[in-house]
């Protein structure tokens, strides 16, 4: 299959105004109904659209929005080996995660009724409806990864990010804030094509399902965002984006062929690596799936 520059120029742009209406319709329900909740009101709770909407690398099709719902008197932290939370003055916060969450499906529920939200083992699906697209809620705390130095006035420092317990599984740390700064200055350092070459292998991606072509499954949109990441500025520089589609997928493809050659790529973030034993996907997943997609574009 041959795919036209055209077709790539149509890919590039992002959802159209009314799906972006429906995006933020979404986060705004979300936000009335943490603020209508009794509990959850007296709290010091911050809710925050994370993600590719926020980020406009969403696609039509994938428009769904990930909202965070985080509670900002507790945090989980990580510490230099052989410190304790004591080294650094801090102590355990008195509400249990468990016990937050269930607070945020309350809330849900009340406000959108049963039939409209449903629990899952990460976040609770509060489901679409004519002005509004579907929503994941997250309940999350603060995370903490302390560095160990201080920063000028004393203060331990640390990256913060959000962290939150699955009902089944281990801990899952993102870092939502420095996603969006990192790739806020890659797009305007390449002119905005970065961001578009993500929404165009994103659609490529949907594509490849549509046709069942097996690589293209479980291929998360985060994990495209990353590969895209990880490409030299110069492959984003070309006149046409036929040429950037073509160095971006040469260059990652190339060096996910072996772990040495992408040992050390990280995330968006730059906090956490993109191919280690905690992701979701693997190297070899990744690969494959970018070879699928050199040939079904027909590239030579």
Request: hydrophobic share 35%; aromatic share 12%.
């Amino acid at each position: 299959m041959n795919i036209s520059e055209d077709t790539f120029v149509s890919w590039a742009k992002g959802p159209g105004t009314t799906e972006a209406d429906k995006c933020k319709n979404a986060e705004t329900a979300i936000k009335k109904a943490i603020a209508a909740d009794e509990k959850l009101s007296k709290m010091d709770v911050s809710v925050f659209a994370q993600g590719s909407y926020p980020s406009r690398t969403n696609v039509r099709l994938d428009s769904d929005v990930d909202i965070c719902v985080r509670y900002n008197d507790a945090f989980f932290d990580t510490y230099p080996e052989g410190k304790t939370r004591e080294d650094f003055g801090n102590v355990p916060g008195t509400l249990a995660f468990a016990q937050f969450k269930q607070y945020v499906g309350a809330a849900l529920i009340t406000y959108f009724d049963d039939d409209a939200v449903t629990p899952g083992n990460k976040a609770f699906d509060v489901h679409a409806n004519s002005y509004r697209v579907d929503a994941d809620v997250v309940p999350a705390f603060e995370y903490r990864w302390y560095t160990g130095r201080q920063n000028g006035n004393g203060s331990h420092q640390y990256h913060s990010g959000v962290a939150f317990l699955p009902d089944k599984g281990n801990r899952i740390v993102n870092y939502p804030d420095q996603t969006d700064a990192n790739g806020t200055s890659r797009n305007n350092e390449t002119g905005r094509h970065y961001k578009r070459v993500i929404r165009i292998l994103k659609r490529l991606r949907n594509k490849m399902q549509e046709d069942r072509i097996q690589e293209a499954n479980d291929i998360a949109s985060f994990l495209i965002e990353c590969l895209v990441w990880n490409c030299p500025v110069e492959a984003f520089q070309h006149d046409r984006y036929a040429d950037d589609v073509r160095y971006v997928l040469a260059h990652t493809y190339n060096n996910t062929r072996e772990d040495s050659t992408c040992s050390e790529w990280g995330e968006v973030n730059e906090l956490k690596y993109l191919f280690r034993k905690s992701q979701p996907w693997t190297r070899e997943q990744a690969n494959a799936f970018l070879n699928a997609a050199w040939d079904y574009i027909g590239f030579k």
